[in-house]
């Protein structure tokens, strides 16, 4: 973890048209990088930018190696808090899983690093972050919550597709960056995917069980900020 991280910021510190070279416009997958404010969330721009580069390549992929081995391990216990055998999501886990670099610029009080939101379509987020800080979640009384920076450990969030999976009983975590006001911030996400030919009638059918087992408090399934997701719209219409 601690190699990856640092090799953050040289990437970074390549030139523009190094960092073009690799814009998600030129994939098909729509993956690559992203330059600084080309992303907005809540209708505010995002102080952030993230670049992928081959001269990464094999450290990129030794750690999501092993974060996806961690991440296949965590599912497995996951169920298990839910009194459900442990393979229950395996058939949901497909190949959609991301990782992005991320850096967060030095900027001006109250700037947004990335708006309130939920992270949509997946299963679970592992994020490594650096001892800058600036990372919230949003508790049952509305209020922001800083999640400060643990040395060698993960924040693991739970992602949209996860809470349509199992009708509410496990909520999606709402959460943001500030921006920093005067050191760069870096963070790595590992975004774990669902399987791109998930139906929704097998959410449904996950969904109906999972509840009928554990029923889910309606402030629960209420969420304390609802951030649309125009991707999970669907599914959720058919899971409440």
């Known amino acids: 973890m601690r190699r990856t991280h640092d090799a953050i910021p040289p990437l970074f510190d390549l030139s523009a048209e190094a960092k073009e070279s690799c814009n998600m416009i030129h994939s098909p997958s729509f993956l690559g990088y992203t330059r600084l404010g080309a992303e907005t969330t809540a209708a505010r721009t995002d102080i952030r930018e993230y670049p992928d580069h081959p001269g990464a390549q094999a450290l990129v992929e030794e750690y999501m190696t092993k974060i996806d081995e961690l991440a296949q391990k965590f599912v497995h ?5 839910l009194s459900l055998p442990a393979d229950t999501f395996d058939d949901f886990k497909g190949k959609m899983s991301r990782l992005k670099f991320v850096k967060y610029p030095a ?11 939920k992270d949509s379509a997946g299963l679970f987020t592992f ?12 508790n049952k009384n509305g209020e922001w919550i800083d999640v400060p920076p643990v040395d060698g450990s993960l924040v693991i969030n739970i992602q949209q597709g996860f809470e349509a999976i199992t009708g509410g009983v496990c909520a999606a975590t709402t959460h943001r960056v500030i921006a920093p006001t005067s050191q760069t911030r870096y963070s790595i996400p590992y975004f774990l995917g669902v399987r791109l030919d998930l139906t929704l009638d097998e959410l449904k059918e996950s969904a109906a069980h999972i509840v009928r087992r554990i029923p889910a408090a309606d402030d629960r399934k209420k969420r304390a900020v609802d951030v649309p997701s125009e991707f999970l719209s669907p599914l959720y219409a058919c899971v409440r």
């Open 77 to 81: 216990l996951v169920a298990e808090c």
């Open 107 to 117: 900027s001006a009080p109250d700037s947004q690093g990335v708006g309130p939101h």
């Open 127 to 138: 994020l490594s972050q650096d001892n800058i800080g600036g990372l919230q979640v949003l």
